[in-house]
């Protein structure tokens, strides 16, 4: 703890600050209106996909599934391999772009309608405010004091048992991604899960509990660093939520029938509504803060207020600063959203999209490592032929078998040959496998010079079965050969 020391006249007073806030628990009020019903239209959008994706089955397996142990990820009908981390970066280049994109447009929509941490806090509340009631009953069920009574037992084990639920249920769902979810239902039915699995499951629905129950909005005010560099994407022109400060001041409580213009007061009544329903306990009023998710609450609250006083709705909007500023209303405001920064992230996310759609339509499905066998750098054979071993890596990711032909040029005459000296022939490779295969490489001791040789493995493949493009697949890979004296 830092001591302050203050000077008054030749009187020093030490003061002590502390640098830690104790945390104030937030009771926030239900709310409803339009922002509250997009945000359970998104909550339900979001937690469909999330649960109900793993679940979905593409040609007899999952159809999302990142399987780490085999280093593959499926989507659908693609399959990625760790040679194709281009297209998971240029998604994730393109998630930020689109997060930069929102900011700039509208402030923080994602994290008001999307994260999932505003998601599974508002699923907790939900459940919280179901078992418990309403903001003032919490206020009174934890002012009651210990010991509890049985009811007060009754109602924090219940709200505790269905948040354990949620939150297990959640962290089966995420280990069902990296893990074949019907495999996983089995033997968590069983209880032979793996020690990874069970780590994995818990710590992530522990994770969810302790987040959406308990940290709340703690996250969103100390643990994310988006909350924190917000402020350089938004601009005077993004539409963020604000409270109309020359409309609402000066603040007041009055009755209905008051003329609270010739009483000197403004649109806002005082009445706290819009502080009580925000999820990070923050007033509006004060401005726009980093705390503020953008969630919309205040604004359908303090909407209801205004319909049942009797003034126009609005007092806290969407809108921008410059419109605030030079009293525009929201459709003038608007034109203002195409501006110099948004058209650069639009554009880059435009060109990023297309490079990735053309690169993954143009996805070669086969593919082939070639390296060296360090052992036998080459060796001479009944000696009339030089031979060199090499050890090719031929990769299917396609959801078809492949028959795959090789062959080597750069040198004449050059045969390749497996590892019983006979020749390669063709090779079939399951789909979304590999095959690690040693090949023999010889030419004639009369067709080359001592040296070290540019040679290419070409390989040339096709898809078979029903769903077979018919397309002919090629690879072509460089290597050396090497002659010895
Ligand atoms: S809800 Fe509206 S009227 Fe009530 S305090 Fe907030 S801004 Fe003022
Ligand atoms: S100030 Fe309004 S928009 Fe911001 S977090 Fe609170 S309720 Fe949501």
Redesign the pocket.
Same mark, same amino acid.
Request: proline letters at 6%; a neutral charge.
């Given at each position: 703890m830092p001591n302050e020391i203050k000077e008054e006249g030749s009187f020093q007073e030490t003061v002590e600050l502390s640098l830690y806030e104790v945390r104030r628990k937030i009771y926030p009020r239900s709310v409803s209106g339009v922002f509250a019903k997009w945000r359970v239209v998104l909550i339900l959008a979001t937690q469909i996909l999330f649960y109900g994706l793993p679940w979905v089955q593409w040609n007899d397996r999952q159809a999302v599934l990142f399987d780490l142990v085999s280093r593959k990820f499926y989507i659908f009908g693609l399959v990625l391999w760790p040679q194709d981390i281009i297209y998971l970066t240029l998604l994730l280049i393109l998630s930020a772009l689109a997060l930069f994109l929102f900011t700039a447009v509208a402030g923080r929509l994602f994290c008001?309608y999307a994260c999932p941490q505003t998601v599974y806090t508002e699923i907790f509340m939900w459940i919280e405010r179901k078992i418990e009631g309403d903001r003032f009953a919490r206020i009174r069920l934890d002012g009651q004091e210990w010991p509890w009574s049985l009811t007060k037992w009754r109602i924090k084990l219940t709200k505790h048992a269905l948040w354990i639920a949620v939150a297990l249920w959640t962290g089966f769902t995420f280990v069902g991604y990296f893990t074949p979810i019907k495999v996983l239902s089995a033997e968590t039915l069983a209880l032979t899960l793996g020690p990874w699995q069970t780590f994995w499951l818990l710590f992530y629905s522990f994770a969810t509990w302790g987040n959406a129950g308990f940290m709340r909005e703690q996250v969103c005010k100390y643990m994310c660093p988006y909350a924190r560099f917000q402020s350089v994407m938004v601009d005077k022109d993004t539409f963020v939520?604000t409270y109309d400060k020359t409309r609402g001041e000066t603040r007041g409580s009055r009755s209905k029938s008051d003329d609270h213009k010739a009483l000197g007061l403004g649109d806002c009544v005082d009445c706290s509504i819009?502080v009580q329903?925000?999820?990070?306990g923050?007033d509006?009023r004060d401005g726009l803060q980093y705390? #503020? &998710?953008?969630?919309?609450? #205040? &604004?359908d609250a303090c909407d209801q207020v205004m319909d049942k006083v009797g003034y126009d709705k609005g007092l806290i909007r969407y809108t921008s600063e410059r419109a605030m500023l030079e009293h525009m209303d929201n459709k003038s405001a608007r034109h203002y959203i195409f501006r110099p920064r948004v058209m650069i992230y639009i554009g880059i996310m435009s060109v990023l999209m297309m490079a990735f759609v053309v690169s993954l339509f143009m996805r070669n499905p086969l593919r082939m490592d070639v390296m060296r066998d360090r052992g036998a750098l080459a060796r001479e054979i009944e000696g009339t032929k030089i031979e060199n071993i090499y050890r090719l890596q031929i990769m299917n990711s396609s959801e078809n078998p492949m028959r795959v032909k090789i062959q080597a040029t750069g040198l004449p005459n050059m045969h390749v040959l497996d590892s019983q000296g006979k020749d390669v022939g063709e090779l079939l490779i399951n789909p979304s496998s590999n095959l690690l295969i040693p090949v023999k490489v010889r030419v004639l001791i009369e067709d080359v010079k001592t040296g070290n040789h540019p040679i290419h493995f070409e390989i040339e493949g096709q898809e078979e079965g029903p769903h077979a493009s018919g397309k002919l697949r090629g690879r072509d890979e460089k290597s050396s050969f090497i002659v010895p004296r």
């Open positions: 008001g939520v819009c329903v925000c999820p990070t923050i509006i705390m #503020c &998710i953008g969630c919309g609450a #205040c &604004i």
